[in-house]
């Protein structure tokens, strides 16, 4: 029987390692998506969207599909994901592996505040500046809604969850971004302060390129810390070493 590998995507890196392991003959891949972003990247493989119903439901759904190994390739930042596919994992023995794209480093001129949550983000904002870009992403943007006298130019791929806060303009745009295009932006938007996840990856950092050289502060919110026990793999090759699969062969 084919090995069945469940990945939970919506990444970049999801959509590599299902080019990947699709390049191995006898592999079955089911990459699911939560269904937030509409219109999603063409993947290789089998895809379903929606939730699982918590940890409980995708260990039945592991059983049910007769998984072989699971990876949990989300984005960096949905702690609750990775936490269910943790416990689904050691319910079911499905072997597990958690791919994650390494994340920023400061370099020289950088002016870098870390931060461990949104709400801390926006409680250092008052003492950097009063115009802000906001590229946190489309939700938990009410925690901005506190400091008073802030405007907020908020960049997203989707249409951010409201409530958003006063004096806010809204950016529809998905990466990649070039350094001259992020350099244009905050200069056209008048922007003193920079907020970012810890995201990782090339598609967003051209955003910090632009501050560096623009003189600006950055907020980086931390991401959250894995699951007790749980270790993650830098890049696809890591994966497929981990899966026993090394290589893809080319097509």
Not at 44 to 52: D, H, L, Y
Not at 59 to 72: F, G, M, N, Q, S
Not at 168 to 187: I, K, N, W
Request: hydrophobic share 45%.
């Amino acid at each position: 029987m084919s090995p069945h590998v469940l990945v939970l995507g919506g990444t970049t890196e999801a959509r590599r390692l299902a080019a990947a392991l699709t390049a191995h003959p006898g592999v079955r891949v089911t990459t699911s998506l939560a269904g937030r972003v509409t219109r999603p990247g063409a993947l290789e493989g089998e895809v379903r969207t929606g939730g699982f119903g918590g940890a409980a439901g995708l260990a039945d759904w592991l059983r049910a599909h007769e998984v072989d190994a699971l990876v949990d390739a989300t984005h960096p930042f949905a702690a609750s994901i990775t936490a269910n596919a943790a416990r689904a994992a050691a319910a079911t023995g499905v072997p597990a592996v958690v791919l994650r794209r390494p994340g920023w480093r400061p370099g020289p001129g950088d002016t870098w505040h870390p931060v461990p949550s949104l709400e801390a983000a926006a409680d250092v904002l008052p003492r950097l500046g009063r115009r802000v870009f906001l590229t946190t992403g489309r939700l938990g943007l009410a925690a901005f809604a506190r400091p008073a006298g802030l405007h907020f130019v908020i960049r997203s791929v989707e249409p951010p969850e409201p409530p958003l806060p006063p004096g806010s303009e809204v950016l529809l745009a998905r990466g990649p971004f070039t350094v001259a295009d992020e350099t244009e932006l905050l200069r056209a938007h008048r922007i003193d302060v920079l907020v970012t996840k810890d995201s990782g990856g090339g598609a967003t950092a051209a955003k910090l390129t632009a501050a560096r050289d623009l003189g600006l502060p950055v907020v980086v919110v931390r991401r959250p810390p894995l699951p007790d026990g749980v270790q993650a793999v830098p890049d696809v090759p890591a994966v497929l070493d981990r899966l026993g699969l090394g290589a893809p062969r080319a097509r």
